[in-house]
């Protein structure tokens, strides 16, 4: 069965920092982007970031650039996400999802599967 | 960045009912980068429609997605009941995603 299983989320302060896994299994990790996307409380999905089979090319959304990393362990078929100097307005939901860019549907690109989410809460 | 404007913000209907829910584009999107999600409370996002109109696997036909260029359209022929929930539209470009804001579509 093809699974994305989140963890690592949790309460920290402002100014913390956190590091999401997302483990991977019923396919090759190593063949596909993957992206976090997160859900903030009562809003809409937004993408945070994405990262390349090989890891050469990692993209972000504005709003997160030089403070979340994203990585990945092919080896290991995980997803990771650091992020540090949290704010409040990074409470969400941080959902991983692979990506699927399709040569057989003219290219398409859209996110195929989807973990369940972990829960990340920056409060004081 | 290309901005999705998803309309209208919610939708009330009655079983059986056809559902019509609009996603504009801010510019011209390519059909193959256009895909629309379902969301139920507590789930994560599912993927219904990829590439503007092709449907995911298992997704039942009374799902359908057209348009092109900034206007894209999902229908939902006749409502079941496990079709209540929330619908965005998605979109790649400039090797970043946006998603549209989101349309509800709840039980009249």
């Known amino acids: 069965e093809v699974q994305l299983v989140e963890s690592g989320g949790g309460l920290v302060q402002p100014g913390g920092s956190l590091r999401l896994s997302c483990a991977a299994s019923g396919f090759t990790f190593s063949s596909y982007w993957m992206s976090w996307v997160r859900q903030a409380p009562g809003k809409g999905l937004e993408w945070v970031a994405n990262i390349k089979q090989d890891g050469s090319e990692k993209y972000y959304v504005d709003s997160v650039k030089g403070r979340f990393t994203i990585s990945r362990d092919n080896a290991k078929n995980s997803l990771y996400l650091q992020m540090n100097s949290l704010r409040a307005e990074d409470t969400a939901v941080y959902y991983c999802?692979?990506?699927?860019?399709?040569?057989?549907?003219?290219?398409?690109?859209?996110?195929?599967?989807w973990g369940k989410g972990t829960t990340v809460t920056v409060s004081s | 960045e290309i901005v999705l404007t998803q309309s209208p913000g919610t939708l009330s209907l009655s079983p059986g009912e056809r559902a019509t829910l609009s996603c504009r584009a801010s510019q011209s999107v390519s059909s193959s980068y256009l895909a629309w999600y379902q969301q139920k409370p507590g789930q994560a996002p599912r993927l219904l429609i990829y590439g503007a109109s092709s449907r995911a696997t298992g997704i039942p036909d009374r799902f359908s997605g057209s348009g092109s260029g900034t206007d894209f359209t999902l229908t939902i022929s006749r409502l079941e009941p496990e079709d209540f929930a929330v619908y965005y539209c998605?979109?790649?470009?400039?090797?970043?995603?946006?998603f549209g804001q989101g349309t509800k579509v709840e039980i009249k």
């Open positions: 998605q979109q790649y470009g400039s090797s970043s995603w946006t």
């Open positions: 999802a692979r990506e699927k860019r399709d040569p057989y549907s003219q290219g398409a690109h859209y996110m195929d599967v």
